[in-house]
């Protein structure tokens, strides 16, 4: 019987189903197995050592159903783990800081990017570096939101707690000349309309996960890996936390119910 290997995709918790939703709607034949690292979210104020740890964990855990490929649909992660993760397995590792560049470059008009991200992911200067490469002019404005992916983690997307949030966050970017505000963190497209309402509408906001979806599908097709199949793909979540607050988030983002399995780890590492 053929078996359809699956396309991988991890995170620290619920933000990676931002770039699941985009693979479900371009790859509708991919199969997908989600991880979320729920019971220890957030990555963004933990050392990168830490980080690395918990993505290499996870990316062995998700080994074992022989994934055709690897998503780290984590900025955080993709920051610190991306080049070890590449070279420790022999499938392709796709990561979500240079879809999203490329998307803002493709984009940008006065030449000046907003980048918001975790604490981890501005201090690596993972999305300057790869701004820079992409277009050497480019003006890059970077801000830290920390409180950003606790309220997502919650379900807490659209209150007033969360306005007030995110405006305290960044309101004051919007004295800079920038058109495009990247959300260099998967959890923060779960705020887009907060976010849109405070930067206003002439800043574009850009989230990497429709380049990182079509990152996806050029590599596959050009490995001749693409799912060719005629079935619906059953997909299956996993997350480390709290299942029921995850499965109430996916089926509200997603549409959808899901199949979700709690994993306990077998050394937990909540500190
Ligand atoms: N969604 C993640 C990211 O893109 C991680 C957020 C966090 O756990 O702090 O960075």
């Known amino acids: 019987m053929f078996v359809q290997q699956p396309i991988a995709i991890l995170d620290s918790g619920v933000g ?22 729920t019971a220890r979210t957030p990555y963004g104020p933990r050392s990168p050592e830490e980080v690395l740890t918990f993505t290499r964990e996870i990316v062995d855990y998700l080994i074992q159903f022989h994934p055709k490929m690897i998503v780290i649909a ?7 783990a991306l080049t070890d993760i590449r070279s420790r397995v022999a499938i392709p ?14 984009k940008t008009i006065t030449g000046c990017v907003g980048v ?33 992916v606790p309220l997502v983690e919650q379900g807490n997307f659209r209150s007033n707690e969360t306005y007030s949030v995110v405006r305290e966050s960044i309101a004051h970017l919007k004295q800079y000349p920038m058109d495009c505000l990247i959300l260099g963190c998967t959890h923060y497209p779960f705020l887009t309309d907060t976010i849109s309402e405070v930067v206003g509408p002439e800043v ?21 890996k693409l799912a060719r199949n005629d079935q619906v793909p059953v997909h299956q979540f996993f997350c480390s936390g709290d299942p029921h607050i995850f499965k109430q988030i996916a089926h509200q983002w997603l549409g959808e ?15």
């Not at 990676?16 to 690292?37: A, H, N, S």
């Not at 590792?93 to 493709?106: D, F, K, M, S, Y």
């Not at 899901?258 to 500190?271: E, F, G, K, M, Y």
């Open 74 to 80: 984590c900025n955080t992660a993709t920051a610190v």
């Open 93 to 106: 590792v796709v990561g979500v800081i240079n879809p999203g560049a490329r998307a803002a470059i493709g």
């Open 204 to 224: 574009s906001l850009i989230s990497s996960a429709d380049e990182t979806a079509r990152e996806i599908s050029t590599i596959l097709h050009d490995k001749r």
């Open 16 to 37: 990676g189903l931002t770039v699941v939703k985009e693979v479900m709607r371009q790859l509708p034949r991919e199969k997908i197995i989600y991880f979320g690292d």
């Open 257 to 271: 119910q899901i199949d979700l399995t709690p994993v306990v780890w077998q050394v937990p590492r909540i500190s």
């Open 116 to 148: 918001i991200g975790t604490e981890g992911t501005i201090k690596s200067g993972a999305y300057e570096n790869a701004l820079l490469e992409l277009s050497p002019h480019v003006q890059v404005i970077s801000e830290a939101c920390p409180k950003f």
